[in-house]
């Protein structure tokens, strides 16, 4: 089984500032690793695939980065319904998700 | 527009099995390149994928839980289904049907979910 580990588990910003979210794979994952952004009481929802790309409607403020078995989320500018908790996402070998990072308001 | 809905007991008691469907619109689960898959959400354990279905009747399940899992579709009523058989107290958690597309270019992961359904096991 390939593990995401995530960091950090919890993170407080405030609007504007730039933020990023980090995900580790126990092994390499070619690249094959997306972001899902979830609410409270909502389904996640995909954000980024394939480590850089964009999914359709996302905002260009959110972004993705990474190689092997280290990936980053950057959210370049907080927006105050960017709040949530993010997941990252591994579909190289079998499907795993990481066990999430809360952005709360500071 | 794509759509999905999962449908479930609410609760059960330790030992029985749980029936899930997840009826969508939109898509096709006959059409080259689809897939409807399961993860589940618990306080304890976050996200975890259970098991996919492809158009061509293709079935994975995770490892971990492949002995007490089925999955099956129904493509002329738009419909995916999950059994999990001998629940415990520790499958208590939202259920989550999700849908991924394959294209020549790129395969979107989950990109639709349903609003999930919360299972209670419970005596």
């Known amino acids: 089984d390939i593990q995401m580990t995530q960091s950090p588990s919890l993170l407080s910003a405030s609007v504007g500032d730039r933020v990023t979210i980090n995900c580790k794979a126990s092994?390499?994952?070619?690249?094959?690793l997306n972001w899902y952004q979830q609410k409270l009481g909502e389904a996640p929802k995909l954000l980024i695939y394939n480590t850089n790309n964009l999914q359709t409607g996302i905002p260009s403020r959110f972004s993705g980065s990474g190689s092997g078995t280290d990936y980053t989320l950057t959210i370049s500018s907080l927006q105050p319904e960017d709040f949530g908790t993010y997941f990252c996402f591994q579909h190289n070998s079998w499907l795993t998700f990481g066990s999430g990072t809360k952005l709360e308001i500071k | 527009q794509v759509t999905l809905k999962e449908s479930g007991p609410g609760i059960l008691q330790p030992s029985q099995t749980l029936s899930l469907t997840c009826s969508f619109s939109?898509?096709?689960?006959?059409?080259?390149?689809?897939?409807v898959g399961w993860i589940r959400q618990s306080s304890g354990k976050g996200l975890e994928w259970l098991a996919n279905i492809w158009w061509n009747d293709d079935k994975y399940y995770n490892p971990s839980l492949k002995n007490r899992l089925t999955i099956s579709k129904d493509t002329s009523n738009n419909q995916a289904f999950l059994k999990i058989t001998n629940m415990d107290t520790a499958d208590t958690a939202t259920y989550y049907c999700?849908?991924?597309?394959?294209?020549?270019?790129?395969?979107?992961?989950?990109?639709?979910w349903g609003q999930g359904t919360l299972v209670t096991v419970s005596s």
């Open positions: 939109g898509f096709s689960l006959s059409t080259y390149g689809m897939c």
């Open positions: 999700a849908r991924t597309r394959i294209t020549t270019v790129v395969t979107d992961w989950f990109a639709y």
């Open positions: 092994q390499n994952i070619n690249k094959y």
